[in-house]
């Protein structure tokens, strides 16, 4: 059975290629205003708003700060739909599985270091390996407990 990490991981996939895709640098309302042949002024009809504002939309969205609604009423208007999505770096079980590693690496370092203080150190390389493989298996048995340490 997959994980949820591991099931959005799949459907990530068809998103690849279009991962560098990037906005154009104008943005992606005034790429196709321009594309279509449309002014500014027949951009603003369509939106019923101004000139001025349509242009203003325009800057927003290059700038990056256009609200997803106005960015879909701009991409209705010229005949375009917006596709959402928050596209992860690396798959989402490669980010918890590292999570997990780190989160366990600190909570081995504070026992080791309280079993030195009492001089009660363990030295086995094995054990240790063994100890956090165990560790990284439960924490990621129960992910939201990766994300309450710093």
Known sequence: MQTPAQQLDKRFAVFAPLATALRPEKG???AVREALGMTTAQLGKRLEVSQQRA???EKAEA???ITLKSL???AQSLGCRVIY???????????MRARAEAVADQQLRSVEQTMRLEDQSVT???L???TRARLV????KRPARLWDHP
């Open 28 to 30: 992606w309302i005034k």
């Open 85 to 95: 999505v928050l596209y992860p770096e690396e798959p989402l079980h490669t980010t």
């Open 124 to 126: 086995d390389s094995d």
């Open 128 to 130: 240790r390996q063994d």
């Open 63 to 65: 700038d990056g700060s």
């Open 55 to 57: 242009a203003m939309i």
């Open 137 to 140: 298996a439960e924490l990621l």
């Open 72 to 74: 879909e009423q701009a």
